[in-house]
């Protein structure tokens, strides 16, 4: 069956370190690949998209990349701020374009 | 609105009753999204509209869940003889052509059957 595995265990890091969460997926064809963030009480909020063919995205301090054949994403955070911590979840888009199956997510604490 | 509005925000029900959930999306928004969150999981995927009708009702748990939308704007998620395994947080997401383009959510309604 279709599965996506994030990091259960949440990842812990310095301010001003990059943070690095893995996304990492099987029997599964993703035509695209987005990375949302949520905060506890809300909803998720879009970040990137990245589609089959790119292998990396860039936003402002964000990066991902997405590796078909190794069937793995990574999204990175440089600069991490304590802003930037909340659950990070990675979402694989079908062919058909709207079947959108999200992992459980990467809990992300960035200390002072 | 300027957001995906979704009530009521919270819910609790007893045990066989039956609950309606509301989205309200983003304005020509063509498409809309429910999901299921659970505590500690990720979100599973309920059901797709694109306008009015529902290409993919895979992702619908039982025959209890149902939903629809109507003028191509607000849905209902509609649970009948709720369950205590209903319980989770209830999302809807909007989007202007598909997933191929960013997905707002709304808050969620929180559901709880006791």
């Known amino acids: 069956s279709q599965k996506i595995e994030q990091n259960s265990e949440a990842l812990n890091i310095q301010e001003g370190k990059t943070a690095t969460l893995t996304c990492n997926y099987t029997n599964y064809s993703p035509a695209y690949l987005q990375w949302y963030r949520q905060d506890p009480g809300r909803g998720p909020v879009f970040l990137l998209l990245?589609?089959?063919?790119?292998k990396e995205k860039r936003k402002e301090r964000l990066k991902v990349t997405f590796d078909t054949t190794l069937k793995q994403s990574l999204f990175h955070i440089t600069a991490s701020q304590p802003a930037d911590s909340a659950t990070y979840l990675c979402?694989?888009?079908?062919?058909?374009?709207?079947?959108?199956?999200f992992g459980a997510g990467t809990r992300l604490f960035v200390k002072a | 609105g300027a957001g995906v509005s979704q009530s009521p925000s919270n819910k609790v029900t007893e045990k066989g009753k039956d609950v309606e959930l509301r989205c309200d999306p983003i304005s020509g928004h063509t498409a809309l999204y429910w999901y299921r969150q659970s505590l500690g999981q990720g979100l599973e995927f309920l059901i797709y509209f694109q306008g009015n009708s529902a290409p993919d009702k895979s992702g619908l748990p039982s025959d209890r869940f149902s939903a629809e939308r109507t003028g191509g704007s607000v849905s209902t998620l509609t649970i009948q003889r709720t369950q205590q395994e209903d319980s989770a947080v209830y999302l809807c997401?909007?989007?202007?052509?598909?997933?191929?383009?960013?997905?707002?959510f709304g808050q969620g309604t929180r559901l709880t059957v006791v």
């Open positions: 997401a909007s989007s202007f052509q598909g997933a191929v383009t960013e997905a707002f």
């Open positions: 990245i589609r089959e063919n790119e």
């Open positions: 979402a694989l888009v079908n062919t058909g374009g709207f079947k959108t199956i």
